[in-house]
């Protein structure tokens, strides 16, 4: 009753940004040696749960960084080099710790969503108001389930991006599905949640979803960045299980 009050008189892009703050007062009771962020280089005696069937330790109490989030950290950093080049970089459903990093850098910087309350930028994914060939690096994480018409998203993308350039695509995957699991009669809610795992999903892709990028025209290699990184690390930072954080680098 209380919350969806609040929901109704706080605009949600206030309630993002008041949940940032609220997150940056409580984490210090949750500092500690166990695990490590690599986002905002913090550690932590625990890292708090997260998802609709909860996954202990996955979101960092202080900048709320996700196990895909410091996986990609890294392989922006690391293999990339996304943080020291002057790249222009279109990063949709921007995550905060990441907006953060591009921020402090003097480069074109485009972050983007359709909802105006999470991005500076609002682009339909499908209709992207860019010219051809424009974007170094795009990063498109856990938005493809979400796009109706996911074929055109994917156009787009390929549309924007240099031919020289990287577009890094991740998506939560269902590896025990040969073929995506997709059905445009299901729009209800509570019925995507029961078929794909989230509410908002129009889809729940299977080990084929490199085949639906290339099948656009992009040349594809998926990345499992955790197997690069030493055990101790993928442990320590809760790098995940290779469901969501796998990297699908494109380009063309
Ligand atoms: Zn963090």
């Known amino acids: 009753m209380i919350k969806s009050i609040y929901k109704s008189i706080v605009p949600e892009g206030l309630r993002v940004s008041l949940r940032q703050d609220l997150q940056k007062l409580i984490a210090p ?10 986002c905002c280089d ?9 998802g609709n ?8 109490p202080y900048c709320g960084s996700l196990e895909r ?5 890294f392989y922006l950093q690391n293999e990339v080099q996304a943080f020291s080049r002057p790249l222009k970089v279109l990063h949709f459903a921007p995550e905060a710790c990441l907006y953060a990093m591009f ?17 500076h930028h609002v682009i339909d994914i499908t209709s992207i108001p860019y010219k051809d060939h424009y974007f170094d690096l795009i990063i498109c994480s856990h938005v493809l389930g979400h796009v109706p018409d996911e074929e055109k998203a994917i156009q787009e993308l390929k549309r924007v991006l240099k031919p020289n350039g990287v577009a890094l695509i991740v998506t ?6 040969r073929v995506t699991l997709e059905d445009a009669t299901v729009i209800i809610p509570a019925e995507r949640l029961q078929r794909y795992g989230e509410s908002d999903l129009c889809r729940l892709h299977g080990s084929d979803f490199g085949e639906r990028l290339e099948k656009q025209g992009f040349s594809v290699e998926k990345i499992d960045y ?9 442990q320590r930072c809760r790098l ?13």
């Open 103 to 119: 921020k402090k850098l003097n480069i074109e910087y485009v972050d983007a969503d359709i909802n105006p309350a999470l991005a």
């Open 226 to 234: 955790r197997q690069a990184l030493p055990d101790t690390l993928v």
């Open 240 to 252: 995940g299980n290779g469901q969501r954080e796998l990297i699908f680098k494109c380009t063309h």
């Open 69 to 73: 989030t410091r996986l990609l950290y």
């Open 29 to 38: 009771f949750y500092f500690g040696n166990r695990f490590y962020c690599n």
């Open 42 to 50: 913090k550690s932590f005696r625990a890292f708090l749960p997260k």
């Open 172 to 177: 939560l995957i269902n590896p025990e599905l």
């Open 53 to 60: 069937i909860k996954r202990e330790h996955a979101a960092c």
